[in-house]
């Protein structure tokens, strides 16, 4: 059983930093392309940032230059490094992993999500 855990959200202050990291373990095979995605109340749930296995990234207008996503593919793990936060990055973000496993073929999965809150 293939489980995305993740890690790092909190309360920050605008302008602040956060380091999201989420770790895939269970049967895995390969993992292709992984990504992180937010939710805000009362919105749909939308891409931030996605990085391939090869390490090709792709972010959300928003938050160019100022959200990293890098990945280490010895130990399974994605991470989002947030700078310069703002209250409108406020959201639920959640691990996205597209993963062949034994048994299961090839899937996307998702983490449980952790809350990201920016305020004063």
Known sequence: QVQLVESGGGLVQPGGSLRLSCAA???????????WYRQAPGKQRELVATI???GSTNYVD?????????????????????????????A????????????RGR??????????????
């Open 62 to 90: 928003s938050v160019k230059g100022r959200f990293t996503i890098s990945r280490d593919n010895a130990k399974n793990t994605v991470y989002l490094q947030m700078n310069s936060l703002k209250p409108e990055d406020t």
């Open 92 to 103: 639920v973000y959640y691990c996205n992993a597209d993963i062949w496993t034994v048994g």
């Open 25 to 35: 373990s269970g049967g895995i095979i390969n993992i292709y392309a992984m990504g």
């Open 107 to 120: 899937r996307d999965y998702w983490g449980q999500g952790t809350q990201v809150t920016v305020s004063s």
């Open 52 to 54: 391939t296995s090869g």
